[in-house]
Structure formats: C-alpha cells, structure tokens
C-alpha cells in the first residue's frame, strides 16, 4: 500500500458519529435513530454502493475496520538449505576475523608454544577427516580422563609412523565432554625437524622430559605419553600388539609428584597401517634417524606406497590409577615405581588383547 494516505486517529468523517440536524434528516427521521440503536454493537453487512448509514461511536466501517487491522504477516520461506546460509556467513566472518588476528598478532601463544586457537580451528580440521572418515576412530572410556585437573595419559605406540599421537589427540579434543586438549610428549626427533617442529609447538606438543611434564600437570593440563617410543613405532609386524619395555618408569615418577592419576590408554589399529617387514638400517644411519621401514608398498611404490592402509581404529581410556594417596617422598622409591609401571604396562596390555578379540575385520 505505497499510496495510501495515513490519517490522525479522529480525523476522518466516516469514523466520527453522524447527528442528524433534524427529526426528518436522514433516511425516515425516527425510523433511521431506532435503526441505530439496533445495529449498536453489531458490524454492518457490507453494501457495494448507496449513501453511508450513520456510524455509531466507536464503530468502523467494514471498510476502514479493514484499513485498520495490521495486515497479515506472511510466514517466512524455508530456505532450501535451512541454515547452510547462515551457516556459510558464520564460517566466513570467522575465517576472516581468524585471518585479521593472524596477521595483527592478537593471539595467545603459551611458553611451551601451544597455539590453541590455531590448533582448534587449522590443525584439528585438518586431522579430522582422517580420523572420522578414513580411520573412522571408535574411542571407548573417554569419561574415565578427569574433567579437570591435571592427567597423564600413558599409551602403547605402534604404526611405523606417529599417527596414533594425532589419533589420539583428536580423541581427546572432539570427544571428552568437558573440552579437555592433549598435550603430548614428543621425542627429540620432532623438534629436530624443519616444518614438524614447528607444526608439533603449536599443537601443543612439548619435548618428552620429566620437567616439562610436571609443569604442565601442575597446571591442571591432560599430558600424554607413549613410553615404548622407536621401540613401539618402529617394530616389525610380526610383534605386533606385543608392548615393548616401558623404560625406566620416568611417567610414574613424574604423576607422582605432581599427584595427577594416571590413565592406561590401549589403540588397536594402528599396526596395520605400514605392516614393517624389514628395516634398511645403513639408510636408517646415513638419514640419522632409527630405523628406515620396508613395507609391501614402500619404498617399492614411491610416494603412493606412503598412504596408509584404512584400518578401523578403536581408542580405550582405562581406569585411572590416583597417585594422590602417596607420600612425596614416593617418587624417589624405585620399587613403588617398578610397580607401578608394571600395573600400568599390564592393564594396557590386557585391553589390547581384549580389543584384538571383539575385533570383527582390520578394515571394518
């Protein structure tokens, strides 16, 4: 209604009570007063055409009671995509306010270089399709991690190559119910190295070393460690699920002191991604790194034979063992800490074999 004329409430005639000036104005003098008062509280049948009868006070005719009701609000179109829309524009302006902040430096960086946000929004995306869709990750028992405080998580390592640290982080980030973030303990290696390094900083990852494991503890933070280390990672496929010696129990010495339970995790899956047949141990000395794996597919197939088979992964947090109870002096007793170990070694062993058992395929 672009051209229609807006009047003050009171200004227009027909709204305003008609008084006729004489007993025989109108139409039948008397007779048209009583028609009135009959019609009084009543609405009008509606005539196309003919002189307007009188109005009583406060009655509208059809017409302007028309003009005056608001106009129906037409019920809003479902989008075809119902919020793809909105969705895209959320993710675009955050992309952009990410990218703003990158380049203005407005972001928080920890000592130990853990970049949460850019581990959130960058990293976890990137490592999420291999985890859901590729791997397609089952993990069991996350409630048994701490919803706060610190934790150190202890888990077998296997598969050639440290994917199973990412799978587990990943696990941890999109599954524990409180948000929790992993941060791991990593060999010299990964610090050694040009664009590792510095990828390994921002995720979180820190140098596997009792200091920076207290540290991180003590302020209440999820630290994780794979004690096997190359001796986990890089065994042949025939010792497969068999863990390896633990070390010399420095994780346990390092819980206790800090009073942080820790959480037996057990990871099937993993040993079948690069099944290792072999190890070019004179390659492995001139790269300087522990061993060079010979697979099916590699080096034989080039870089195709560095993909990873797809095999279905289970993740299972045991029951934590609390080192609060103990005395701390505790640490410094060699044979609390062979216990301990040995505890923790055994359950994640028993979980293997337990996983191994329920598992239907490798790849389903």
Not at 84 to 92: F, L
Not at 242 to 264: C, D, E, N, W
Not at 356 to 362: G, H, I, P
Request: aromatic share 8%; glycine share 12%.
């Amino acid at each position: 209604m672009a051209d229609a004329k807006v009047i003050p409430f009171g200004d227009d005639p027909r709204t305003r009570r008609v008084r006729p000036k004489s007993k025989d104005a109108g139409a039948g003098g008397a007779g048209a007063g009583a028609a009135a008062k009959e019609s009084r509280g009543k609405r009008p049948p509606g005539r196309k055409g003919g002189p307007l009868a009188p109005v009583p006070e406060q009655q509208a005719a059809p017409e302007d009671a028309a003009l005056a009701q608001p106009a129906p609000v037409a019920p809003e179109e479902p989008t075809a995509n119902p919020g793809g829309g909105g969705g895209w524009d959320r993710r675009i302006a955050g992309g952009l306010a990410f990218l703003r902040r990158r380049l203005t430096g407005d972001y928080e960086v920890d000592e130990f270089g853990y970049d949460e946000e850019l581990t959130d929004k960058v990293l976890m995306s990137m490592i999420r399709p291999l985890y859901e869709k590729y791997f397609r990750v089952e993990v069991k028992g996350i409630e048994n991690i701490p919803s706060e405080g610190g934790a150190l998580i202890v888990a077998n390592h296997s598969g050639t190559l440290p994917l199973d640290g990412l799978m587990l982080q990943a696990a941890v980030h999109d599954n524990h119910p409180a948000g929790r973030h992993l941060r791991l303990l990593a060999a010299d290696l990964v610090f050694m190295l040009p664009v590792v390094n510095e990828l390994a900083r921002k995720a979180g990852h820190t140098l596997a070393c009792a200091e920076d494991a207290e540290e991180l503890l003590r302020r209440g933070e999820v630290v994780g460690v794979m004690p096997e280390g190359f001796k986990g990672i890089g065994k042949p496929f025939s010792e497969r699920y068999k863990l390896q010696r633990f070390g010399r129990g420095g994780f346990v010495s390092t819980a206790l002191r800090a009073g942080a339970p820790i959480v037996p995790c057990s990871i099937v899956g993993a040993e079948e991604i690069y099944p290792m047949i072999g190890n070019a141990r004179t390659v492995a000395r001139v790269l300087g790194i522990p061993y060079f794996p010979l697979t099916p597919t590699f080096p034989w197939l080039g870089p195709l034979g560095a993909v990873p088979l797809p095999t279905k992964w289970t993740i299972q947090f045991g029951e934590p063992i609390p080192t609060d109870g103990y005395p701390a002096e505790a640490a410094e007793d060699p044979m609390l800490m062979f216990n301990l170990t040995d505890q923790v070694r055994e359950q994640i062993q028993h979980t293997l074999y337990k996983l191994l058992v329920q598992r239907r395929s490798v790849f389903f």
